[in-house]
């Protein structure tokens, strides 16, 4: 029917709108963090963007469930501030025959962040991890950043350069100070560079400097000047319980199998967002009703209001299930059966409204 393609095409417009904004944001957010990351020498330069991209599809499922909530909460308010929605209900519809356009739009939405929840984001986990695991096994020049003091891997080791050429990868003014023996080294340097042997191996080469190496608490230190220095750069071994495997790694079939609280509470969490989605569109339909006379805020805040305490119940019955307070369907009935009975109350309410039992001749 008519109004049911309208309602779709809008319905995808607001939706796709607000989810873009809502994706901005995020970017935004997650690149400002990150880049005070990698400038205080916690995060490689070159895997900002790769971790912006992992972030964000962490945080995709719950985008999109607001994206979607807010896009259909804006179409049908705009409904009823146009006086179109006065329009279809005098033609003879009722508040149930908005259900089925609805659930059109949300049942594919909703199967795409179960696509999302037990396929795509575990497969991204397990990559962000063999991504860091790689990071981590690089040598320790590669978290320098100039003007900052980083840490070896080992923490023997403290690096600072002043500057750094992107092109050449020359390095100025160097200062590193390492820990032999019990013996304190410290090897200063106008310029330094990273050489690749044949073999693989990699060196930091430093020219035209110092070396000052002594014990601490001894006035005795031996001065060395040198025209070349050459420093071996070993890659750090990550060890293996850094490789262990997360929660959010594993299958959903591996959650179901195992025992574990923690297992209980991210399996829930994998369906709590599809399901959560399709609760959500439902309860745009009577939530959207706008009084012109009144300020036309208050569905939209009353709306937000009502998504942040479902939300909260959804994340407060996950930590019960992980702490092995509830049981899975005891948990994930309880996130929802609140809802579902806070939507059930709402239709009963506005289906006693005259607006939603308006019909054409009636007083």
Do not use: C
């Not at 984001?121 to 980083?150: H, Q």
């Not at 994998?270 to 989605?277: D, I, Q, S, T, Y």
């Amino acid at each position: 029917m008519l109004y049911r393609r309208a309602l779709l095409q809008e319905l995808s417009l607001s939706s796709a709108a607000s989810l873009v904004i809502l994706i901005a944001i995020a970017l935004v957010t997650l690149f400002v963090r990150l880049l005070g990351e990698a400038a205080r020498g916690e995060l490689a330069n070159e895997a900002v963007f790769a971790y912006l991209g992992f972030s964000l599809l962490h945080f995709l499922p719950v985008l999109l469930s607001v994206a979607i909530f807010i896009g259909a909460m804006l179409t049908l308010m705009r409904y009823w501030r146009d006086n179109e929605m006065a329009i279809w209900l005098s033609s003879g519809l009722s508040l149930n025959d908005w259900i089925r356009p609805m659930l059109t739009f949300a049942v594919p939405m909703a199967l795409i962040l179960l696509l999302l929840t037990n396929s795509i984001i575990p497969w991204a986990a397990n990559k962000k991890d063999a991504y860091k695991a790689e990071l981590l096994s690089r040598d320790d020049t590669s978290m320098v950043v100039p003007g900052i003091f980083a840490e070896s891997q080992g923490g023997d080791r403290v690096f600072f350069v002043e500057s750094l050429n992107p092109l050449t990868g020359t390095v100025r003014n160097v200062f590193m100070q390492s820990r032999d023996s019990g013996k304190l080294g410290v090897v200063v340097a106008a310029e330094g560079a990273q050489r690749r042997m044949d073999d693989g191996t990699r060196f930091l080469v430093l020219s035209k400097g110092r070396r000052y190496e002594g014990e601490p608490g001894q006035a005795e230190y031996r001065m060395i000047q040198f025209d070349r220095y050459w420093i071996r750069l070993d890659p750090v071994e990550v060890k293996a319980r850094e490789r262990q495997q997360s929660i959010r790694q594993q299958s959903t079939a591996e959650l179901w199998r195992s025992a574990d609280t923690d297992a209980r509470g991210e399996l829930a969490g994998r369906f709590n967002v599809p399901l959560g989605l399709l609760v959500l569109a439902l309860l745009a339909i009577p939530l959207s009703y706008v009084n012109n006379r009144a300020k036309r805020s208050y569905g939209l805040i009353a709306a937000l209001l009502v998504f942040f305490i479902y939300h909260n119940l959804i994340s407060v019955t996950q930590a019960w299930m992980a702490q092995d307070k509830l049981g899975l369907i005891a948990g994930m009935l309880l996130a929802h059966l609140p809802a579902v009975a806070a939507l059930a109350a709402f239709y009963a309410y506005r289906m006693r409204m005259r607006p939603f039992n308006f019909r054409l001749g009636r007083k």
